[in-house]
T-cell receptor, first 112, second 108 residues
Framework: DAEITQSPRHKITETGRQVTLACHQT?????MFWYRQDLGHGLRLIHY???????NKGEVSDGYSVSRSNTEDLPLTLESAASSQTSVYFC???????????FGQGTRLTVV | LAKTTQPISMDSYEGQEVNITCSHN???????ITWYQQFPSQGPRFIIQ???TKVTNEVASLFIPADRKSSTLSLPRVSLSDTAVYYC?????????FGTGTSLTVIP
């Protein structure tokens, strides 16, 4: 069955370190998204991509970057991790309308 | 970016029909209305999407009045496994807002 997987599921890192969260989908979807979820804020869009070599900033993109070198993967990089980036991160993909998206299981990131 | 307002929480007894209303006063002409369900420690799961009037699938119904400034998600005969957070989204393309959702608790 097609799926979307995130790795790692849990990570603890130190302030100032570069961190990359992986997202891999096997549906061959063009659209991929990264969100963060924090108490009291729901899910907020970080970056999104509508295809290979396409990346766009979302609502809360400062301190994050993404790259799309193939259809299946959209890694999220925190250039210099900060405590404010402690959160649960979700990756999603969709075929056509981005609102009908399939989400991964999430990555819980703690920055100490 | 159209924002939404939902009740923070709701309780319902098992077997009852549950209606969750979402307000979206500044919905744009091209915006769709979409609902997601999220269980603890899992990613959101798409439930239903509509543009106007009524949409029904095997899981839920979505009622949208003519002015489209609100919508109601209807869950028939809820069970304990329907305890989750339900999000109403309004938008099109990448422009949609998740909000904080409605935490539904189903009571035995």
């Amino acid at each position: 069955d097609a799926e979307i997987t995130q790795s790692p599921r849990h990570k603890i890192t130190e302030t100032g370190r570069q961190v990359t969260l992986a997202c891999h989908q096997t549906w061959n979807h063009n659209n991929m998204f990264w969100y963060r979820q924090d108490l009291g804020h729901g899910l907020r869009l970080i970056h999104y991509s509508y295809g290979v070599q396409d990346t766009n900033k979302g609502e809360v993109s400062d301190g994050y970057s993404v790259s799309r070198s193939n259809t299946e993967d959209l890694p999220l990089t925190l250039e210099s991790a900060a405590s404010s980036q402690t959160s649960v991160y979700f990756c999603a993909s969709s075929e056509t309308d981005p609102a009908e998206a399939f989400f991964g299981q999430g990555t819980r990131l703690t920055v100490v | 970016l159209a924002k939404t307002t939902q009740p923070i929480s709701m309780d319902s007894y098992e077997g009852q029909e549950v209606n969750i209303t979402c307000s979206h006063n500044n919905i744009a002409t091209n915006d769709y209305i979409t609902w997601y369900q999220q269980f603890p420690s899992q990613g959101p799961r798409f439930i239903i999407q509509g543009y106007k009037t009524k949409v029904t699938n095997e899981v839920a119904s979505l009622f949208i009045p003519a002015d489209r400034k609100s919508s109601t998600l209807s869950l028939p005969r809820v069970s304990l496994s329907d305890t989750a957070v339900y999000y109403c989204l309004v938008g099109r393309g990448n422009q949609f807002y998740f909000g904080t959702g409605t935490s539904l608790t189903v009571i035995p």
